[in-house]
Structure formats: structure tokens, C-alpha cells
């Protein structure tokens, strides 16, 4: 699902939102999140996941093309863990879809 299909299915499942309305609600959410993530903090939403930054610390890689040494900073990373309703959501699917094959 693109973000474009989220507002979709928002506009058409409440009747009262314009298309409009839909574009800015997802828009400020998902700005919300980023914004919470960038400022280093958690992000909990009961039922479905936790978002939170994770650190790779600075490593020496190589250059696939010459072999070379490269030196890679370190980096701050967006980490998603799905909450046990959304695992139990998604592999009770995954069981359906097998039944059905």
C-alpha cells in the first residue's frame, strides 16, 4: 500500500473526509512520526508497532569496484517492531492464504 492508497482508502471509508482532508491528515501523521524520530524518540502505537531510531556505529567497508578501504560513519536508522496483534493479524492471513491455495 502507497501512501497515495492510504488516502483512498481514508477518504472512502469516512464519507465526511474530502480527499483533501484525507492527503492532510495522513500528511501530518506520518510528518509527526518523522519529526519524533528525528528529535530520538520512541514511537508506540498499541496493536500494531513500535518505531525507534537504532545506531550502526562507523565501520570500515570496501569499495565493490577497486577494493579500496572505505571509511563508513556512523548512522542513525529508522527500526520497526510489530506489535503481537499485528504478528497474529498477519500470519493468521498467511495460514488463510496457504488454506485457500
Partial sequence: M???????ELAAR???LTHRDA???VKTVLDAMSDALV???????RG????SINRRPPRIGRNPRSGESVHI???R???FKPGKALR???DAGTASAKDKA
Avoid: C, N, W, Y
Fill in 88 to 90: 497474529e493479524a498477519v
Fill in 23 to 25: 492527503e492532510l491528515a
Fill in 2 to 8: 502507497t501512501r497515495s492508497d492510504l488516502v483512498e
Fill in 48 to 51: 500494531f508497532g513500535s518505531f
Fill in 73 to 75: 560513519p556512523e548512522k
Fill in 39 to 45: 528529535r530520538g524518540h520512541r514511537i508506540e502505537i
Fill in 14 to 16: 469516512f464519507a465526511q
Fill in 77 to 79: 536508522v529508522p527500526h
